[in-house]
């Protein structure tokens, strides 16, 4: 299995609330991913990252920001929460070409 | 517009019943087309990767094919622990950064019974 690590795993939290997920890689993979899956949706990508301090958004960014200020580590913020953000957050790595997927964070906020 | 539809979206088998998945796509330039299998609760788990028409993958009962405009993903006499939801991704042209971002279908619930 690839070295991915998500946390936390599980997370409740209220509206308006500011909220960090962390994705952890020990493989030192270049390219680093936010997905969020929801019923009806399948994994949609929020943003990616290129490289150290490289990152773009993707189909969903709204309401999210990112950081990747070291190779290992990529955190997803949620500024404000919403009940829209309500979801199971998958971080991927990838060396160039097939994605590996981490364990995912289930978020609820109320 | 969906880039990826996967079908059908459930599917429900009996062991050792045999059965195929298909994913469509309506890019151009497909740089490669991705399965995963997903488990309740958990992230994707990769599968194959298929690069052109023709091309084909197998792993166990499962194997994957490609055309221009969709994969097949086979299943040969499945077994109950074959159950899970099936993804497809394919992989878009892109510049810079976006060299290997991903789309994925909704994918496809598989249910193998006893």
């Known amino acids: 299995d690839a070295g991915i690590t998500q946390s936390p795993r599980h997370k409740v939290t209220e509206t308006g609330t500011p909220v960090t997920l962390r994705c952890h890689q020990t493989?030192?993979?270049?390219?680093m991913y936010w997905y969020r899956q929801d019923p009806g949706h399948g994994l949609r990508l929020i943003h990616y990252s290129y490289g150290v301090k490289d990152t773009d958004k993707g189909e969903v960014s709204d309401g999210y920001s990112v950081s990747r200020s070291k190779t290992e580590d990529f955190l997803l913020t949620l500024e404000s929460a919403t009940s829209s953000q309500t979801s199971v957050y998958f971080c991927?790595?990838?060396?160039?070409?097939?994605?590996?997927f981490g364990p995912g964070t289930r978020l609820t906020v109320l | 517009e969906d880039q990826v539809t996967q079908s059908p979206e459930a599917l429900r088998l009996q062991e050792g019943e045999s059965s195929s998945l298909n994913c469509s796509y309506t890019v151009s330039g497909l740089r490669g087309l991705f399965w995963y299998r997903q488990d309740p609760g958990k992230g994707p788990e990769f599968l194959f990767t298929l690069y052109s028409a023709g091309e084909e993958k197998e792993k166990e009962r499962l194997k994957a094919t490609l055309t221009k405009k969709e994969s097949f993903l086979h299943i040969t006499a499945p077994k109950p622990e074959d159950s899970a939801t099936y993804l497809c991704a394919v992989q878009l042209p892109g510049g810079g950064g976006s060299n290997y971002k991903l789309t994925f279908g909704k994918g496809t619930l598989l249910t193998v019974n006893p």
């Open positions: 991927a790595i990838s060396g160039g070409g097939t994605q590996y």
């Open positions: 493989e030192n993979h270049r390219y």
